[in-house]
């Protein structure tokens, strides 16, 4: 049944063939009183009882960890997405994912733990248990008198998820599975209760899930704490079942469904990864400005350097890019989930049907955030000069914890093909019309382009027309590829991954000018004019990326004069009339950090 607000709301994917207003989008600044009241007690309780023992993290000690994650559960945070009939906050989609975001500042090692216990380890049972296991299970893990932990990793079963060994004997008398196998890289498997455990019954060509109590008499060990690169107090162990007998009335949702539900917790699992780089993110910026401010070379303030001005202007546009695409996707799942609620949905139905529509969003999220936290802890080490590469310092393991965000919760690589891949289904189920559009674009090419001479006079006029014309770069390559290889696109990995940074780079410009549209609206262009200059500047650089996947998709597949038209196509869709002065922008960016001497947006 659709209701007003639906035909409103764009639908999952749709952003590529619809234009949105900045109105219609929801950006940080539109925070309510209870998002705001929820941001601040969060970052509060990182400031008292995280951040001040940041050493202690990087030594390992896990025992910390559990201690924090018990003192987030008295404070309510690990219940946020959990109804109220389940002892949780049942608050919305947007307070969960702000969560999220202002607890991955100080470590990640909290920020994993969080995720892990908050979202694969609790959510499973929220979204797919019985009444009667959310009874018994949800509670205690809303209020973190028990910790979650998600098995689903095996040695030889990694992206390949529904690959799993583990195997789930029925007993005789029916009453319990037996379950046997080895599970990889669990995290918080040192002090969880329970596991949400995959396993396969018979022969059945999909995976099934378990809820689990950790109960050492019962055939469960574990391995070692692993050994690794970063988020050094998080545990990350192998967890062992050998005949581990499970009631039967433990199987969660029906027999075959747990890739299905192993999928879909990666969804939620994706957009809240994302959200879980922006704070670190904001604090690694921070830091590095401060201390640009502070060390002086050559008798200057190194803040005052071109190069250090550069990247302190590139770290804070991706942070404020990471915040605009997470919360406008997190309002649009909100929106969704609320329309579905109105029509008799369940939570859990909404809840799950709402973030699926938004899956390529949440993919795209994942990547770009992902990437952006790894590149800005990167030039936050190079700001710091030796003394990042020390691990007094907290640039060493910001970079270290950052690096995880690109394997767990799906590879990128991963992620990348599944963004296309789902929006090539979409197509196909028409949710999402990309053959009208991709044929406009094909008539375009042929026809002679228009000699108008546009009016640029308004606030991002060129670059909203710009991402109309970035739009069409996917359109025609994406579009030319699917006619090109049908089904078989997928075998063609290189141009999935050329095609999908085109649409994250797309997804994620127009979120930046649109919330900087907004607030240059209702703010004023003078107050917003470092926020207008980050949203040009990545403007700029989606150009530049857009342009080189583009071509490397074009040279790769298309030859003759078929690519000859292609080629002009792109040069003509990403040429700039007006091109940004890049270094003023930068300048711009940075002089207003250093004056203000934090990550003030
Ligand atoms: C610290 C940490 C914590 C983790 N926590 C958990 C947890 O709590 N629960 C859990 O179940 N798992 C967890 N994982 C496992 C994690 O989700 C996997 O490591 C991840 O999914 C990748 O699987 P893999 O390591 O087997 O790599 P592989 O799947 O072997 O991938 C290796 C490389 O090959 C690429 N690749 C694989 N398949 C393809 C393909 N079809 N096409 C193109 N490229 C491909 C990958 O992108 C990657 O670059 C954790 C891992 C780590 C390191």
Redo the contacts with the bound molecule.
Sequence with gaps: METKTDKHLLRGGQFLVKETSCEEIFTPEDFNDEQKMMRDSVKEFVEREIWPNKEEFEKKNYALTEEIMQKAGELGFLGVAVPEEYDGLGMGFVSTMLVCDYISGATGSIATAFG?HTG?GTMPITLYGTEEQKKKYVPKLATGEWFG?????EPGA???ANSGKTKAVLSEDGKYYSISGQ?M???NAGFANVFIVFARIENDKNITGFIVENDPDNGISFGEEEK?LG?HS?S?RQVFFNETRVPVENMLSERGNGFKIAMNALNVGRIKLAAASLDAQRRVTDLAVKYANERVQFDTPIAKFGAIKSKLAEMATSAYAGESASYRAAKNIEDRINIRLENGNSHAEAELKGVEEYAIECSILKVACSEDIQNCSDEGIQIFGGMGFSADTPMESAWRDAR?AR?????N??NRMLTVGMLVKKAMKGHVDLLGPATAVADELTGIPSMEKPDYAELFAEEKEMIAKLKKVFLMTAGSAVQKFGPQLEEH?QLLLASADILIEIYMAESTILRAEKNAKRFGENEQKEQIAMAKLYLYHAVDTISQKAKEGIVSFAEGDEQRMMLMGLKRFTKYQNQPNVVELRNIIAEKLTAENKYCF
């Design positions: 892990a694969i932990a998600y098995c689903l990793t990694g992206s390949d599970k890289w669990i995290s690794k988020i998080s990350t995880i394997i767990y919760e799906g590879t690589e991963i990995q």
